[in-house]
Structures are given as structure tokens and as C-alpha cells.
């Protein structure tokens, strides 16, 4: 299932144009020039929006969009409860469905609330979700809108920097079940989505840092110039200046677009933005998805990818040491020394990144590079994770 229905969603989509400021408004966070990024993903294009204050202007982006009159929002009571007034001052006519959000919550239970809210609101196939909240709520809305009567309009309003930069990008939604994560899902591309990194005042620190470690991922699997540029403006990062943060994560969803243009449904270069995420989802699903954040976890898994490419001779170990440098500033990971390091390999064996029995490993070769294999063995793995500081 891919794009969106064709309709007047579609056709006043290309007719678009960047959405004009409203000089009425004196709102000293709005930026009245959104920076703009298209992504050009094969089923479907679409523009993402990225500025300060742009919550205050989600009318006029949503409707030069093709977001008509009947509209939803899906949030979380946090994040309704922090912007809710904010999202409904600037577009009164959104229905809001609110479900709880975490990954525990990412359920065909809570998307059944969200087909019910649809369906209690006289949702038709003329009408867009709205999602609004963090990667969770972007999946778990989008798999609503891909499957509600086979697929309304949608769109992403992300308020995570994870969601910001990677998951509100490049059409992957679904929800998990009890057998896995993200087991059933769909790609289906939003019509247009908006970033405000002034949301993510409110975000509790170690989530914010959590996105960073997303980042830093780009920059390490493809973007030198990201990497050193986060690298370079960890301070102002790191306290959530907007001005610091708008060009990072602009550069982030660029780099996501390319690579969704590229290769839309992962079969091949999408894979790259897997870096760190063999290792990761393995320490996620062995301490039960409780102890980690998904992005902590990425964090561990670069930092034994790193290992593996040092031993191999493919990663100039000054490389590693910057690599490792740029993730111990951002503040201490979560301890992961009583886990074994046997048992991790028992966890990538059920990774969906295993394709007729070879582990597709992304592997560092320089710090914005780096290149997809298929033979790390369980000695260099092994090896890499004690080096963590996993035990036996
Ligand atoms: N579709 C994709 O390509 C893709 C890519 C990466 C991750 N994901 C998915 O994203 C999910 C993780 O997303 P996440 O890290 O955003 O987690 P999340 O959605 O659970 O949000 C994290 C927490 O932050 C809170 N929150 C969100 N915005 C806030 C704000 N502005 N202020 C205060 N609190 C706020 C939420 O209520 C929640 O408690 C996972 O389910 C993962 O599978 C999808
Ligand atoms: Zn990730």
C-alpha cells in the first residue's frame, strides 16, 4: 500500500506554495520563512516545512496542502496537554482524538480508538489525520489514515527531534504486536509535514538527547558536514535554541529524503540509515524496551559498530574516538554491563535487518560514510559488544 488516494487532496497539492506569513501575528518565536525540503519519494512528493513558531501557522501550510475542511488531529494527553491550546488556536475546525502514546501503547487496541474517533467524527475518504505528537502517535496515526477505508489524506506535525528527523519522514507507519516491534505497518507517504522546533521546549531532557543520538547517526553514516556541525554547536543544541536547531534538523530531513527518493520501500540504500540499529534494537528488546530509549540504544549500537570497522581496519580509530567523543558529550548512556553478550546475538537473529540468514550490518568507513555488509561474525560481535562493557 503505497501514497495516498488520488482527489482534491492530490490535485490542490500541486498547486501549492509556500505558505505566505501572517503579518498580523506578533509572535517573537515565528520565523515567517519556513525553510523547505521536498521530498520526492516515488509513490508520492511532498514538502516539509521546517520554522519557529510554525504551529501558529499550521492553517495556512495544512490548507495550501490540500487539507480540507474535514480534519483530525491524533495526539497524546502530554503533548495535547502542553500545545493542544496552541494547535486548536491555530486550526479550530481539527477534531482532536487523544490516545495514550510510549511504545507500549503502539497497539491495534489504541488504533481501534483512533478508527472509532474517525468514525464517531463522520470521518470520509475526503478527510486527513493529523498526527501530533512523537514517533509513536506519527506511526501509529499514519497507520490509521493508510488503513482507515483504505486510506484518507495525512499529515505530520512531529514533537519529538526523533520524530522530527527521521520518523515523520519517508512514509513508514504501523503499529508493534505482542510478537514484535513495528510488525504491521504500511508505507504511506503524508501529503506534508511541519516542524516546529520550538515544540521541543517541552520535551523531558533525556528524550531530547535521545533524538541527538538520531542525528549524530546521520552524520556519522553519511553527512561530515552535519556531524561537525552538531559537533560545533552541541551548546546551543543542547539548550534548544531554535536558531541552532532549525538548520540541524533541516539538514537531517534532507539527507532522510534523498534516501527515501532512492529508495522508498528499503531494499537497498535506505538501509544505511540502519546504522547503529542492528546492536540497538538487540540491547532494546533484551532489557525489554524499559532501560533504553530507542535512541540510547542507537548510541550503543554505533558505538559497536565503530568497534567492529576499528578491528577490520575499515575505521581510523581517531575517527572512533571522535565518533565516541561527540556521543559521551552528550551525557552518560544508561549502564548495560550485566547483560550478556551471547544472549544479544540470540535478539539480532529475530532483527527484521536478517535477509535469508545473513545479518545486514552498517559499518562505519570514515565519519560520513559508510557501507552496508553481510559477513560480521559472531567473534567480531562479540568481541565489539564486551568491548561496551557487556559481560559473557
Ligand atoms: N516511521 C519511521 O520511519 C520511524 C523512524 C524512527 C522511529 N520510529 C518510531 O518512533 C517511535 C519513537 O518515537 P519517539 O521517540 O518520538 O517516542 P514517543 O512518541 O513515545 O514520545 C516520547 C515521549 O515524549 C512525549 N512527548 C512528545 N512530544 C513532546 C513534547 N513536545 N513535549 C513534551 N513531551 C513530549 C510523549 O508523550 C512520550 O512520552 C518508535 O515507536 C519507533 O518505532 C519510526
Ligand atoms: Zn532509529
Redesign the pocket.
Given at each position: 500500500m503505497t501514497g495516498q488516494p488520488a482527489g482534491a487532496n492530490l490535485l490542490s497539492y500541486h498547486r501549492q506554495k509556500a505558505p505566505r506569513p501572517n503579518p498580523q501575528r506578533h509572535d517573537p518565536m515565528a520565523n515567517t520563512h519556513p525553510l523547505r525540503i521536498e521530498i520526492a519519494a516515488p509513490s508520492r512528493s511532498y514538502p516539509v516545512l521546517v520554522a519557529a513558531g510554525m504551529i501558529q501557522d499550521l492553517e495556512s501550510a495544512l490548507k495550501e496542502a490540500g487539507v480540507g475542511a474535514s480534519c483530525f488531529v491524533v495526539s497524546?494527553p502530554?503533548?495535547w496537554g502542553?500545545?493542544g491550546e496552541a494547535f486548536h488556536g491555530a486550526l479550530p475546525e481539527a477534531a482532536p482524538i487523544v490516545v495514550p502514546?510510549?511504545?507500549r501503547h503502539?497497539t491495534p487496541a489504541v488504533a481501534s480508538r483512533i478508527y472509532d474517533g474517525l468514525l464517531k467524527g463522520g470521518a470520509d475518504r475526503s478527510s486527513t489525520l493529523i498526527t501530533f505528537?512523537?514517533?509513536?502517535?506519527?506511526?501509529m496515526g499514519g497507520f490509521a489514515a493508510a488503513t482507515y477505508m483504505r486510506g484518507i489524506g495525512l499529515a505530520h506535525v512531529p514533537?519529538?527531534l526523533?520524530?522530527q528527523v527521521?520518523?515523520a519522514i519517508?512514509g513508514?507507519?504501523g503499529i508493534n504486536l505482542p510478537g514484535g516491534?513495528?510488525l504491521v505497518g504500511a508505507f504511506y507517504q503524508p501529503s506534508i509535514v511541519v516542524i516546529d522546533p520550538g515544540?521541543?521546549a517541552?520535551?523531558?531532557r533525556r528524550?531530547f538527547r535521545?533524538g541527538l543520538y538520531e542525528v549524530l547517526k546521520y552524520g556519522v553514516a553519511c553527512d561530515r558536514d552535519l556531524f561537525d556541525e552538531v559537533c560545533a554547536g552541541m551548546g546551543p543544541l543542547t539548550r534548544r535554541d531554535p536558531a541552532a536547531l532549525t538548520p540541524v534538523i533541516t539538514a537531517c530531513c534532507r539527507v532522510k529524503g534523498a534516501i527515501v527518493a532512492a529508495d522508498e520501500r528499503e531494499t537497498g540504500a535506505r538501509r544505511v540509515l540502519n546504522f547503529g540499529h542492528t546492536v540497538g534494537h538487540a540491547l532494546e528488546a533484551a532489557t525489554r524496551y524499559r532501560r533504553l530509549l530507542?535512541g540510547e540504544a542507537v548510541a550503543y549500537g554505533m558505538l559497536a559498530a565503530c568497534a567492529i570497522a576499528v578491528a577490520r581496519g575499515a575505521l581510523a580509530a581517531a575517527d572512533r574516538n571522535t565518533i565516541a567523543g561527540a556521543i559521551a558529550q552528550l551525557g552518560p548512556l544508561p549502564p548495560v554491563n550485566d547483560l550478556s553478550a551471547a544472549a544479544q546475538l540470540e535478539f539480532m537473529q529475530h532483527d527484521k535487518k536478517v535477509h535469508e540468514g545473513r545479518l545486514h550490518f552498517v559499518l562505519p568507513a570514515g565519519i560520513g560514510n559508510s557501507e552496508i555488509v553481510t559477513d560480521v561474525s559472531e567473534v567480531e560481535l562479540l568481541r565489539a559488544l564486551r568491548e561496551l562493557g557487556l559481560g559473557e
Open positions: 497524546s502530554t503533548v502542553f500545545w502514546d510510549g511504545e503502539k505528537g512523537g514517533g509513536v502517535i506519527g506511526d514533537t519529538t526523533l520524530a527521521d520518523a519517508g513508514k507507519v516491534k513495528n515544540v521541543l517541552t520535551l523531558p528524550e535521545a530507542h
